[in-house]
């Protein structure tokens, strides 16, 4: 059984950076996508950022881009996620989130089968 577990969040004033961990456990299968999402009190599910294991190729969704990296490090097993430049609107619940694929996107919660319990990212003005 795939287990995610985050790590990392915590509050920072607007403008400052926060980097939050994901360990995750070893997967059936070489062929992962792996990502972060996000949700917000009142709004749904929003993919952050997603990394494909084959390629390294990530991607990101446009409300991050230039500043959010996300990364992995599989001999430790852990995905990243460093976050500069934080905004109040960054403020939410961070999920990661894996998925048996060769491909990835951000773009569908349902993409993905397994979840970490999520860590709280607090952005004050």
């Known amino acids: 059984q795939v287990q995610l577990v985050e790590s990392g969040g915590g509050s920072v004033q607007a403008g400052g950076s926060l980097i939050l961990s994901c360990a995750f456990s070893r997967f059936p299968s070489s062929s992962v996508c792996m990502g972060w999402f996000r949700q917000a009190p009142g709004k749904e599910r929003e993919g952050v950022a997603t990394i494909a294991f084959r390629t390294g190729t990530t991607d990101y969704a446009d409300s991050v881009k230039g500043r959010f990296t996300i990364s992995r490090d599989n001999a430790e097993h852990t995905l990243y996620l460093q976050m500069n430049s934080l905004k109040p609107e960054d403020t939410a619940v961070y999920y990661c989130?894996?998925?048996?694929?060769?491909?990835?996107?951000?773009?569908?919660?349902?993409?993905?089968?397994?979840w970490g319990q999520g860590t709280q990212v607090t952005v004050s003005a």
């Open positions: 989130a894996a998925a048996l694929s060769y491909s990835c996107t951000w773009s569908s919660a349902a993409f993905f089968n397994y």
